[in-house]
Every structure is written in C-alpha cells, then in structure tokens.
C-alpha cells in the first residue's frame, strides 16, 4: 500500500488549481497525468526581471521592469489592429501594445494618469519604445513581487509559461514534508539539505549555472538513483533466496553436438558456458545477461546450455521477438538437435487449430525437449512439463513482465537473457543492478572487418552503378531506407520509392520489406532473398533483417545521419558473416549536423560494438542511447548519466547495504525508503517484500 502521506501527490493533475479537463492532456503530454509528474519538470532557464535600466538605455529584446506613467489609450477603429497605451518613463515615451484585449480591463490594469511598474521585453519601433504584452503590470507597492527571477520551463503547443509556472507552485504548496531517506552522515558529507528544501530549491534556481546543475539538483538526482538501485536490488535478492535447483549435467549430449558443428567454439563461448554451467549447476536461480556483438555467435551458446538441461531430465525454451527470428532459430537448431534424437518444436502466432494442439501436448508431457518461438509461447494454455531454463533472445524487446510469464511456466527456471546491444556499464546498472553477465568478446574466426565508407546522397547514380560488378559476382545487398517513427507512412513511401527506382535498373532482383507487411509476406520475400532469387533486399526496419544471410556482403544505408549508432552498428552486423570480404555505405543527406558527422566518423573508425556503445552515451546522453522506446532501458527525470555517474555507484553501493541490513525494509529508514520507492513510481519492487 501507499503510504496516505503520498495520496495528494498522486492525485490526477486536475485536482490542481486552473487545470481542467481542457488543459489536462497538455500537462500529460508535458509532465505527467499525477501532480508529482509536475514536481520533476524543472526549469530549462531564467528571466531575470532585476534588470532596471532607464529606457534610454536598454536593450531591444531585453527583459526589463520599468515604472511607467500611463498617458492616454489609443483604441483601435478595427478590432484587428493592436491596442495601444501611451506611457512615459521619466521623459521617454514606451508604448504598451496589446492584441485582442478588452478595453475595460486594460483601463483597469492601467489607469491613466497613474505609475505602473511593468515587465517585458523591449523593442524599438521606428526610434519608438515599445513592449507587447508586458508579463507583467503591478502598483508601484508591489514593485519587489515583479523585481526577481522567473525560472522558465520547457513548454508545449498550448500551454504557456504562466499557468504552468503557476501549477508547478501549487504542485510545490501540496508536497509533504517527507521523513528523510538518506543515510544523515552521507547528507552532511555532501552538504546536501533535506528533500523539500531541495526540491523547492531546484525549483527556483538564482543563477544560469544552477539551472542545469546545482547541490540541489544532485540530490534529487541521487534520490531517484537510489530508488533505482534499490528497487533492483530488492528484486534481486528475492530471486536470489527463492530456491533454485541444481541442474546436473555430465556434458555428454552437449559434446554430441558440439561433435555435429561445422566449426570448433571460440574462446569467447567457450568460456562464457563455463559461466552459465556455473550457474545452473548451483541451487539458486540463474539469472545471467548474455552480451554478445552480432554475429558473435550467441545461438549455438544458447543451444549447448539448453542441452544441459535437457541432459538433466528437464525442458528448455528458446524465445525470440520477432516470428523471423523465431524461424531462423528453428532453422538452425533442429537438425542439429535431431542429429542428436532431440525432439524440438516451433510456436509462434500463427499456429492454430489442431497443429497448435498438437505442439501443446507435446510440450505438456514432455515429448519435445525444447521449444522455439515468440510472444506465444507464454500464452496461457501453454505448458511445460518441466520448463528449466528460458533463453530470451534479444531481450531488450520484452518486458520485464513477459520474461516473468515465461519462467512461471516451470519451477525455479533459469534465465539467460542474450542481447546483441552492448550496453555501456553505467546503464547496465540501471537496467540490471548487478545481474550477472557474460561478454562474448571475441568473434568466429575468418571474419573480415567491414570495409565502411561515408558518402552524399548525391552519388546515388554512381553507387547504383557500382552495383552492377559485385552483383554480377553472386553478392546480395541490403539497403536499408530511414524510419522516422513521427510518420511511418512517410517512410513506407520512400521505401516503396526506392524499391521502384532500383527495380529499373535490376529488373525482378529487387524485394521489399516493411513493418506493414504481412507477416506470411514477409517470410516470402526474405526466403527470396536468402535463397538469391533476388539480389537487393530493400527494408524500412531493423526489425525485418534480423536474419542470417552470409551471402550478403553489401550494406547500404540512406540517411544514414538519421540513425543512432547502436542502431547503425546492430545494421552493418548484418554483413560481413561469411567468408568473403563485405563493404558497408552510410549515405548521408544534408544538413549533417556535428552530431551526425562524428557518428558516422565513429562507425568508420571501429566496429567494436562496446566501444560504439560507449561513445553513443558520450554522443546523446543516456535517455537517448539505443533509440529511447527500443531500449528497455530506464528514463531518468533528474539523473543525468552523462554527469551523476559517479552518484550512481554511490547508490548500488548504499542498495547494498540497505538490503544486507534490511531486507524487508522493516526498520525507521526502511519505511520511508518504502516511501522513496513509491515517489518514484517503483512499487513493483516493494511487492517483493514479506511485509509489502
Ligand atoms: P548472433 O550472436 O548474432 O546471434 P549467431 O549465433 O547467429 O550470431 O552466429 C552467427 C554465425 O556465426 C552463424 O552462422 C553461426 O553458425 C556462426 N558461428 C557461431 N559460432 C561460430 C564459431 N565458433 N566458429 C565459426 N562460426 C561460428
Ligand atoms: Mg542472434
């Protein structure tokens, strides 16, 4: 339960003051739909209103606070020309400008013959002072209110500054004082001051430097980290105590196999089963993340550790994101697994009927050993008769909730979770706490590095040219066209357009592949292409070419500045699989912002997925590496991981010894670290608690 002390923060937003159901989807979009999403949205800046220049002297386009004496009005004949008020500063004369305003209040807001001090930006029309709309207009007596400094938010299409300035105060207003959660000696280390000073503090930074980064903001920051840390570090440790079982294998069948391979293991693989042996021969739980570039050779480390819980009298299952992928798995393993007398079955979504049926017996009394497939093998009539361990292929693309529906489908199931995305260590923190995990460094042997070239769009003609040698020597090309998730159907079209303009010059050698395809659709045009029924396989997604086709030695990107790195790397793994030598072109259109020049500069200058990763962090910051929705990886509303590195391993290293001293969060400060987990929304992990 929440603790009531919470229960006006996580009121909808509407409860606030002067936000009503007219306003509330812009504040949602904005901040949030709760009044603490509004506690979080900072300020991106200041206005300085202090500054009292005489008029002669200021700037156009400067704030300035002014004590005017009101002329006259001049109303305007038609209601389409502006309002105008005549004023005097000493000698000077400003006019006040005013767009569709009543004239009843303006008179009331600005009597003439009376001093008003104003605020706003000034301009200088024809040796004519003016300001538009004045932010401000109060009596002399409240000069002081106006004479200070605003901070200014990030804003949205219809919603301005001031009702939003005006709802973050009264977010402020209803924020109780909250027992602290920290740890007082680490407070004072720090010289940090108890949340809510913080808070309101950061809220109303008094200089440019503290709007980005101040011992407030460092605080608050390290607050959600320790939410953070904590909260994985409380899941953790309940894995941990839940009891797992000891999977005994003597290697035999896994040897019968490796027997069965075209190729010896690398060092790499060798020693990343070594680890997962390790794991699952011990009574507790796996849960281990497999980190392996693409091409790295992570499918056979996934079919030799299931051997050993076959071996050990159990099932496995194997569970890829896409009905692609699923294939190619099923592909690949069964005659290896067949060579061996092992029974394994596909599923996806689209088995039905009585084939469906079919495959559901067999995996409820134990006939098939292992199963392949997507989403649908945790659909609810899916059963095992003894599910022991799960691989979850590219496991960034579920849920957190989906890799638990699969391991409740047996008995203490061991997880090993495999990525092709290399994640950088500081980010590997937030996502996993200290999960366990395996780097397959090392690449099959006989690989050639990918000869990478950066080119303008302009040379298309050239390029296209430049196709017709290799092509004529049995390569086979992808060429991917951008996806700018704001518009897919604006993508769908580029792609069908450049589908059609090559189709012209390779007559019935080109395929196409989008994210709107069918799926049957798709199967057929990727059989098409892998087989080399047609050359060029042009594709919106990186979704659709997740699939192994050595002959490919060609990769060409359109717009490549478009990409992310993660992205563009996880693109050119795709080449370069087989033994002949295989060429990568990022085409870029213009501008090309410095950002995209370096990432295309880092992508000639290394292929080594962890050093690309690390510099995407470097390039884009946290929330933006590995294309933000993609990544599965936490969004920081405070922390800034490109600069509260260091408060992060301050935080696992405190999650440590809060959870060794209190691992139920029974005491004083585990109570109100419940609280802290609850303010940043990671109840999840308080439900793990025996006294939750
Ligand atoms: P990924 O890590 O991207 O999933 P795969 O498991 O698909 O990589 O392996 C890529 C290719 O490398 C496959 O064709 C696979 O058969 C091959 N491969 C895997 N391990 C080795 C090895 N030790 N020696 C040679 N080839 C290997
Ligand atoms: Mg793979």
Known sequence: MRPSVLDKLFAPITTLPGIGPRMAPLYAKLAGERVVDLLWHFPSGLIDRRHSPRTTDAQT????????TVLYHDKPSSS????????LDGDTPVTLVYFHAKEDWLLRLLPPGEQRVVSGTIDRFQDEFQITHPDHVVPLAERDQIMTIEPVHPLTGGLTE???????????????????????AWLAKNHWKPWLDSLKIAHHPQTVEAVEDSPER??????????????????????????????????????RVMESLPFTLTKAQQRVLTEIDADMSQPIRMLRLLQGDVGSGKTVVALLSMCSAIEAGAQAALMAPTEILARQHYATIKPLAEAVGLQVRLLTGRDKGKARDSILADLADGTAHFALGTHALFQKDVQFKDLALAVIDEQHRFGVQQRLDLTAKGRAVDVLAMTATPIPRTLMLTAYGDMDASRLDERPPGRKPVDTRILPLERFDEIVTGLHRPLAAQARVYWICPLVEENEDLDLAAAVERARVLEQFFPAKVGLVHGKLKSAEKDRVMAAFQAGNLDILVATTVVEVGVDVP????????????????????LRGRVGRGDRASSCLLLYGHPLSDAAKKRLEVMRATDDGFVIAEEDLLLRG??????????????FKIADLTKDGDLLNAA?????????????????????LRTLLYLFDRDAAVKTLRSG
Not at 551 to 570: N, P, Y
Not at 652 to 663: E, G, Q, T, Y
């Open 61 to 68: 386009g400067q704030v300035v606070t002014l004590t005017l």
């Open 162 to 184: 001031r009702p939003l300035s005006r709802a973050i105060e009264a977010a402020l207003e209803r924020c109780p004082d909250l027992p602290e959660w920290q740890n007082p």
């Open 551 to 570: 002959e490919a030695t060609i990769m060409i990107i359109e717009h490549a500045e478009r990409f992310g790195l993660s992205q563009l790397h996880q």
């Open 622 to 635: 946290g929330g933006e590496v590995l294309g933000t929705k993609q990544s599965g990886l936490p969004e």
């Open 80 to 87: 389409r020309r502006p309002y105008r008020i005549h004023c």
């Open 218 to 255: 460092r605080r608050l920051a390290y607050d959600e980290l320790l939410a953070n840390q904590l909260a994985l570090m409380l899941v953790r440790n309940q894995m941990r105590t839940s009891k797992g079982r000891p999977l005994a294998a003597s290697g035999e069948l896994r040897q």
């Open 652 to 672: 696992r290293d405190d999650s440590k010894l809060i959870v060794n001293a209190d691992p139920d969060l029974t005491t004083p400060r585990g109570q109100t």
